[in-house]
């Protein structure tokens, strides 16, 4: 594994996928202030790499992937110490919503708060069988705030308001139900259950996979009238790639 900084190792294979694993951030990989810094950067780092095909995120070892944010480090916090940490969270969470490829979330175990922020910023949630997930910050004085804005687009008003203000947590079956994650592996079958969403997405045109990532993140934000008109340029600019000309006539091809 080669390690990009403290916090961020990375394992390429030769089909263009990479695994970033968050290192050196405890057993449960808990998102302190350093923690935050070095997956940021080292997100960055991998987003100028044009030719990476999937990103897959994991924590060392399989109690989580982020358990959550730090808490004995927002213990010490005053107003202004605390804004500039959750400000450094947002900008991480912004960083994998924003990276450009798609981005896989391999998550066993627990993932509570800050990284079930993060893990709604990334393009799709794999969950162990056993995983739990949780918005446990109002039990310890403060809201839930930042990316859980993403909470409501991805499972509805209800079931978002439901998690952050009972601060209870849900298993991997209910989580799957609401929509909260895209895959619930079977037992020991983790891995598989990455892997087959990696192998889908392979089987995609690469600059078109992106063009559409970069698309849905501005449906989320857009009226619907700017997000069509919006989307006839970026139909115009795929024939630019030369992708639509290749694959198209490819399969012309193979239906004669």
Known sequence: ????????????????????????????NILGS????????????????RHLRVLVISGQGEKSMIGG???????????????????GLRDLCETVRAFPAPVIARMPGWCLGGGLEFAAACDFRIAAHDAKFGMPEVRVGIPSVIHAALL????GWGRARWLVMTAENIDAPTALGWGLVDVVAPERGLD????????????????ALRAQKALLRQWEELPLKESVDLSISVFGQSYLTGEPQQLMQAFVNRKR
């Open 1 to 28: 594994m080669q390690m990009l900084n403290p916090h961020c190792g990375v394992d390429r294979d030769p089909r263009d996928v990479v695994r970033l694993t968050i290192s050196n951030a405890g057993s449960l």
């Open 34 to 49: 350093a923690v935050i810094k070095g997956l940021r950067e080292g997100l960055e780092v991998l987003a100028a790499e």
């Open 69 to 87: 944010a730090d808490i004995k480090e927002m213990a010490t916090l005053d107003q202004a110490s605390a804004e500039k940490f959750i400000t």
């Open 152 to 155: 409501p687009r991805l499972i």
């Open 192 to 207: 598989a259950a990455v892997e087959k969403t990696v192998a889908a997405l392979l089987e995609c045109a690469p600059e």
